[in-house]
């Protein structure tokens, strides 16, 4: 009788602390959307560019509050979000900010009189470009004080604590790890903590190797504390990201596989600068493939290398590897997010600001307004000084020179290769930090080119047409199969089964198609991929040889940016058997729903400032989301 | 020995040998007042065993000690010698840093006493738009295929509505969302769906309503009228608010004093004042010569 009565109130103590746990399930799970990447002003480079927006300011403005951009405009959100973590650059965190404190001994740093007299946009960049070299060949000893570095980690994780609303608003404490091989391969990551972090974050000056990083995270995984490690910009890493290498160049090995994906469940697949989903000479059969390419290594103007730099690719090489008994460690989940420098995210088009600051922060110097003669003649001075620049510059630390101008009437900056973007999705069961961390670990997860698009994948056997308008669809697809990010395991040879939903931003343009990209490996070990559409808005058929959607004619006006209004889905829905399944082959399947055409934020700044726009520079966008795959296994 | 001392003075060369060592002697004294003094005394050591221990977790052991100690002298010498070179009469780093000080010193100095119930009180009348809410609705919805099926629909929920979780489609949002407001109802729906919902007035089921996504038959279950706030539960935030409103407040009243002690003198610009501006890439260069030239000849 007592054991009961102890029972009882056991019970209703667990019944009262989480009810919404007791009631939610896989079902009820909403998609939230979020912002993982975002610099403050404690952020070396950020500083420079002239932000002066701390954390503070940044979850203000992810909560819809109006914030000021370094050039004095008011930023504020369409919509605000329901998560964000701040990341700033673990190395010289808070630094730069103390190069203004002559007490310590960094004022006197030969890099400072270059810092602290930037004040134009050319002289930030100049700024910018001195930093590098030193963050490069870890000649920073001499620079770095670790107090500094702790006191501002303690302010970073104190903000995260005073803006966090479980149930309303999540933050997370995070940091970018921004690490490189040689010189300028991007193989940098957000560390994300699940909930409390450590005192000290890990960074580039304790270890470039990721896979220390890596191992870091796993000893704390072990005292309680667990955080993922996010990717990021591999389009400009030279083909380092997802290369079939480890760090130092050795074999990669099922270890390996484990403790990556173990700590990198998610990658960004698309933010400011580019979307790394595929590239076009990779994935010639997608028309859809040339989206936002940022062809350059980070901070420079060197190319960066196509292979390996593409999420795309990896999945296929995560295949091949899986093959040859070395694990597969390119089974991760996708989200979006900014990386902005301004402490706000610019998500839309039409309300476009970039990410530098200063140094980005008008049509004009983002290259999409037309320059007067006195400015074109500054940009051929700016020109010929990054070329003398760079000629007394060892070859290897070379940040390069642009190819030759197609449209000389505008600035051509490796910003203008940069777009308006993206979102992290998040299917959780409520919003807190517990959930939504959840939600990333299991990767169900989608990624957005900013507006809020909304995706669904499940995957698994006997779904049916009918079960499209099924009031109980998502249930029973949760029951009888797995959502994205999942592994299904293949079935007596039989093709299986998805059921792909997506919904549009009511803010943004209507759906025009809904798209299965799958790739495969054969029986000789070589892999391969495939878009296939599943749906088009308006009702009409898929043609079954092309697996095209017919041109729906969505247009958009250049002179006005007014799209189509009659043409175009709310939503996009369809149960798809793939067709051309072997059995005995591994798979990949992720959905891509793809907005109608509308003006990009190039197209927008010119008719604002009232330019011919940029002929070199695309006119126009299909804004669009992915989904995080589903494998097939046998 | 008169005679003795009489020919001594006006010998020359005594008064030479006297010359001269009142010369070393002013020289010595003079070099003495230049000899400057650095104090190591315990405050300071401790001081920087401080920093130390913050950086490594540890003590310094002697050796460090020795090095922490000399640095500080170096340091210190370094910096008296920028001093006398007037280094930083127009350091910009130090500029700003003097500026920072004084402004996190007026934003500290402010906000000393707490407020009293009453002060807070005021504060929470005057700012009642702050606290209140608006106007919120809580309501469930069926989302179907077309026009036609919604007024069908429709019509059998208002005859049994006890299975309505079971009719129409599956829709990627919620089927039922409590006390939302116009804005966040828009924000989720489109702004027409909730143009719609904020003037319907029936208690029944209502169709058809067309949103971004397709066609929905709604139920508006409750409608929360717009709310005033009431002190007490409050008291925690607006005791925040009033905080940040006094700092505020305190921040520009000192500085609106500062600034007064002040007068402008401003130069006229002659530069054509363009979006190109200062921050303008490449051709601020130029901008800034013309602006330069034209300040120096008024």
Known sequence: ???????????????????????????????????????????????????????????????????THPLGFDMKIR????????????????????????????????????????????????????????????????????????????????????????????????????SSQETFENLHRNVIFKGDAPKEPFSRLVSMNPENLWRWMDSLREQGMDSIAIPHNSNGSDGYMFSDKTYDGAEIDKDYAALRMRNEPIVEVSQVKGTSETHPLQSPNDEWAAFEIMPYQIATWNDSKIDGSYVRQAYRRGLEMQAQGKGNPYKFG?????????????????????????????????????????????????????????????????????????????????????????????????NTRASIFDAMRRKET??????????????????????????QMVRKAYARGVSMGGDMKARLGRAPDFLLWATQDPGSAPLQRLQMVKGWIDAEGKTHEK??????????????????????????????????????DGELKAHWQDPDYKPGENAFYYVRVLENPTCRWSTWDAIRANSKPNPSLVATIQERAWSSPIWLEH | MQEGLRKLAQDRLIWFVILGVLLFAADRWLQAREQQVIKIDLPLVEKLVAQWEGQTERRPNARELDALIEGHIREEILVREAARLGLDDDDIIIRRRLAQKVEFMMADETVKDLPNREQLRRFFDENRAEYDTPETLSWRHVFVESEAQARQVQ??????????????????????????????????????FALALFQETTKDWRAPVQSAFGWHVVKIDTRHAAQQAAFEPLIERVARDYQKMQRQQALAAAWAELRGRIRLNLCRLRAPQNEAGLAHGASGHFARRIIARACSGA
């Open chain 1, 531 to 568: 878009v296939y559409d599943a749906a088009c808005a308006g009702n009409v058929p898929v043609d079954a040889t092309t697996n095209r959607c017919p041109d729906n004619n969505a247009k958009v006006d250049l002179k006005s940016c007014a799209y189509s209004a009659d043409t175009g």
């Open chain 1, 334 to 430: 996708l989200i979006s997010a900014s990386d902005t420098h301004v402490s706000a995210g610019a998500f839309d088009e039409y309300d476009y600001w970039s990410k530098i600051g200063a140094v980005d922060g008008t049509g004009r110097l983002r290259g999409a307004v037309r320059l007067t003669w006195s400015q074109r003649l500054g940009a051929q001075i700016f020109r010929m000084q990054n070329w003398w620049r760079q000629v007394n510059t060892p070859v290897a630390q070379r940040t390069g020179w642009p190819g030759k101008n197609p449209a000389p009437g505008y600035l051509q900056m490796q910003w203008s290769s940069w777009g308006a973007s993206g979102l992290a999705g998040v299917w959780a069961e409520e």
């Open chain 1, 79 to 178: 919509v605000p979000l329901d998560f964000q973590a701040v990341t700033d650059h673990a190395a010289y965190l808070g630094m730069v900010p103390a190069m203004f404190d002559p007490e310590s001994a960094v004022a006197n740093h030969p890099i400072a009189a270059g810092l602290r007299n930037a004040k134009t946009a050319g002289e930030r960049r100049a700024a910018f470009g001195g930093l590098l070299p030193y963050i490069g060949q870890q000649v920073e000893d001499d620079l770095l004080d670790m107090n500094i570095v702790r006191d501002t980690w303690a302010e970073i994780k104190a903000s995260a604590e005073r803006n966090n609303e479980p149930g309303k608003f999540t933050t997370f404490i995070g940091y970018e790890y921004t």
């Open chain 2, 155 to 192: 019509a059998v929920l208002n005859a049994d509505e006890s299975d309505w979780q079971n009719k129409g489609k599956p829709f990627m949002l919620n089927r039922q969302y409590a006390r939302q407001s116009e804005l966040e109802l828009s924000r989720l729906m489109g702004t027409q």
């Open chain 1, 446 to 471: 989608f990624a957005t080119s900013g507006p809020r698009l909304k995706v669904r994948l499940f995957g698994g056997y006997g779904f049916n047409d009918k079960m499209l308008n099924d009031p």
């Open chain 1, 1 to 67: 009788m007592k054991i009961n009565k102890k029972l009882a109130a056991l019970g209703a103590a667990i019944a009262i602390s989480v009810p919404q746990l007791a009631l939610a399930g896989a079902e009820d799970r909403r998609a939230m959307f979020g912002e993982t990447h975002l610099h403050t002003n404690l952020s070396f480079d950020a500083f420079i560019f002239g932000n002066r927006n701390g954390p503070d300011a940044a979850y203000d403005f992810a909560k819809g509050k109006a914030i």
